[in-house]
C-alpha cells in the first residue's frame, strides 16, 4: 500500500526546529545515519512533514527524492500527522478475512479521506494497521487507541458518529 502525502499545515517550532539540528549534527558522518535521522526527527515532529525532509536533505546532502524515497518505502514512517481522532483498523489476516477490508474502506467513503491520508482540517486520520493483538474480537478498529470489536460495515456510521 503506497502512503500519500496530504497538505496539512506545518506548525513545526523553532524549538522543534532546534532539535532536528542538533540530530543531524550528532548523526554527521556516521554510515547509515539516515534512518536513525528520519527515526528521531518523527519523534521530534511526530511525522516527517515535507518542510522537514527538506531541512534533512539541506543538511545532510542527500537529495529531497531519497530522504522522501525512505520515509515513504518503511511503514514506521508517517508522512502525516494524526488527526484529532486517529482511525485505524487492523487488517491482519484475523480481522481482514472477517471484512475488515469493506470497514476500512467505508470509513475511508464516509469521512472522505484517502487511506493512509489526514484530513486537511486535521480532524481525521485513516491508517491500515497489521495485527493489533486483538483477533478473538475480529475485525477491530481503534480511534485514539480506543478499540472497538466483532464490527460489521453497518457499525461505521454509529461509531463514528461518536466523533462527529
Known sequence: MKKKLTMVEFRGTKEQEEQLLAVIEKHSG???????????????????????????????????????????????????????YAISVCLGTACYVKGSGEILDAISKKLNVAVGSTSPDGRYSVEATRCIGACGLAPVLTVNGEVYGRLKVDDVDAILAKYV
Open 30 to 84: 556516521e554510515q547509515g545515519a539516515m534512518m536513525p535521522i528520519l527515526q528521531e526527527a518523527q519523534e521530534i515532529y511526530g511525522y516527517l512533514p515535507i518542510e522537514v525532509q527538506k531541512i534533512i536533505a539541506a543538511r545532510t546532502g542527500v537529495s529531497l527524492e531519497e530522504i522522501f524515497g525512505i520515509a515513504s518505502f518503511y511503514a514506521q514512517f508517517k508522512l502525516n500527522p494524526d488527526g484529532q
